[in-house]
């Protein structure tokens, strides 16, 4: 079974939604194909002004995207160019509505499903401070009503409650029955805007079934702070296990000023780390690192590391170690045109792409294992008739290539796989995302040679484990 069958390198549209299968670890199509979201976050558009531009240019992400075996991506409503509800609290824009139209008619033509994010202001005091160049942390219009003295009184008034679900009934009479619409999210990391744990916590479990009422066809969810420290361990578990919040997210970056010392690690650990802890408590939902990248020390802006990976070895293992250590997907990352558009690198979408072709991951209900041997980490994901495994040499890093500027080694190692997989093998294929090479093993000897630099897939079909 091909997992991508609705999207081609000519784009297609597809009139199927998302939905979690019933082996609750990933997604499907309604009809019953499995889905899994390739793309990265772009949000809005940084520098491009004029409206037919940008609503061009995302259709050129999304060709490009797809041509690359691509099909999701992540765009913020309350970013100037699409929200609707600009002028006045609770009056709506039917032409920037028009540009949501606009930009979900390209989404449709190139099989892409969107996840709208519905909210990101932090405070009400009517002086925004910018978030980007074009993304404010207030909502200027809401604090000159003067209806709330801070955003605890904006989170607990009905109020408050009415405008917030308004503003989504609007949307709800456009795109409810959109195919296009991956799913809802309620607001952009909630936890950090300026108001009371329990306040916002109680907002959102009321939130999550009323805008679920509203789009039965899609998917909501919720999304926290970067995962950045030890204590923020009880906040993602009462958010993420919820039983309204349909999707586990969690966002976390390369971050050398963090407390916690995973983010200061490797990209491939730091990002299957946060995997490995979300399935501690979360086992019947689909988990996703829906915002991964690399900044300066506590978010200061994009890590100075993006000038010199031209060649995309970050994004390379933000896609990789999500996905091999159990999520649903690779991972979805930040910085889209400070990254990933300035070097060009929509290729490694590609490369993640075959390297999960024809892989069914419902009907083989992946068992994520990991091991670590003569400084290689095999990321392991067993299934019932096939087993991929993901092999990262440990001694090329950020640090060894963007700080020590050291070209990593080729590695030539011999492995077991037949002590690794305990069944029948009957093929085994390697693949590297590198080279985008394919070559056959000999399934019946006994020890595979591995020669690779930085990274090599390892595919084996075997018997079953039923």
């Excluded at 609705?6 to 297609?12: A, D, E, T």
């Excluded at 000038?307 to 930040?334: I, K, T």
């Excluded at 690794?420 to 006994?446: A, C, F, H, M, Q």
Aim: net charge negative.
């Amino acid at each position: 079974m091909i997992i991508f069958p609705l999207l081609s390198c000519g784009g297609r549209e597809d009139s199927h939604y998302i939905r979690v299968s019933e082996h609750t670890a990933y997604f499907e199509y309604s009809n019953g194909e499995p889905f899994i979201p390739i793309g990265p976050n772009i949000c809005w558009e940084r520098f491009e002004k004029e409206e037919t531009a940008v609503l061009d240019l995302y259709e050129q992400r999304f060709k490009t995207l797809s041509g690359y075996g691509g099909n999701y991506t992540r765009i913020w409503l309350s970013a100037p160019f699409f929200e609707i509800e600009h002028a006045k609290a609770g009056e709506y824009d039917e032409q920037v509505a028009l540009r949501i139209d606009k930009l979900l008619e390209s989404a449709s033509r190139y099989g892409i499903k969107i996840k709208f994010c519905l909210e990101n202001f932090r405070k009400l005091t009517g002086q925004p401070a910018p978030f980007s160049t074009s993304v404010p942390y207030d909502k200027p219009i809401y604090a000159a009503e003067g209806m709330w003295q801070s955003m605890d009184d904006y989170f607990r008034s009905e109020t408050g409650r009415e405008l917030y679900l308004n503003r989504i009934r609007f949307l709800a009479g456009r795109y409810a029955n959109h195919p296009s619409v991956f799913g809802w999210e309620l607001w952009n990391e909630i936890n950090s805007v300026s108001a009371g744990r329990q306040v916002i916590y109680e907002w959102t479990v009321e939130m999550l079934p009323a805008v679920k009422a509203l789009f039965p066809n899609h998917l909501v969810m919720q999304s926290l702070g970067s995962f950045d420290r030890e204590s923020s361990r009880e906040t993602y578990k009462f958010y993420m296990e919820h039983p309204a919040n349909e999707v586990a997210q969690v966002h976390r970056y390369l971050d050398p000023g963090a407390s916690w010392v995973i983010c200061r690690e490797a990209m491939d650990t730091l990002a299957s780390h946060s995997i490995y802890e979300l399935r501690e408590y979360i086992h019947e939902k689909p988990i996703l690192l829906s915002e991964v990248g690399a900044v300066e020390a506590n978010h200061a802006g994009p890590s100075l590391l993006y000038e010199s990976d031209s060649l995309g070895v970050l994004l390379h293992d933000m896609l990789f170690a999500p996905f091999f250590s159990g999520a649903a997907g690779p991972g979805q990352n930040w910085h889209w045109s400070y990254y990933i558009e300035k070097h060009n690198l929509w290729w490694h979408y590609g490369r993640f792409a075959k390297a999960v072709e024809r892989i069914n991951p419902i009907k083989e209900m992946f068992r994520p294992a990991y091991f670590c041997q003569d400084d290689i980490r095999y990321y392991i994901l067993r299934g019932n008739e096939h087993t991929l495994i993901w092999c990262r040499d440990k001694n090329s890093n950020w640090k060894t290539e963007f700080i020590e500027k050291t070209e990593p080694d080729v590695r030539e190692t011999l492995i077991n796989l037949h002590k690794v997989i305990e069944k029948n093998i009957r093929k085994i294929s390697l693949y590297d995302p590198w080279k985008d090479e394919t070559k056959g093993v000999d399934p019946s000897v006994e020890y595979v040679m591995l020669t690779f630099k930085r990274s090599l897939v390892i595919h084996i079909e075997h018997t079953s484990l039923q």
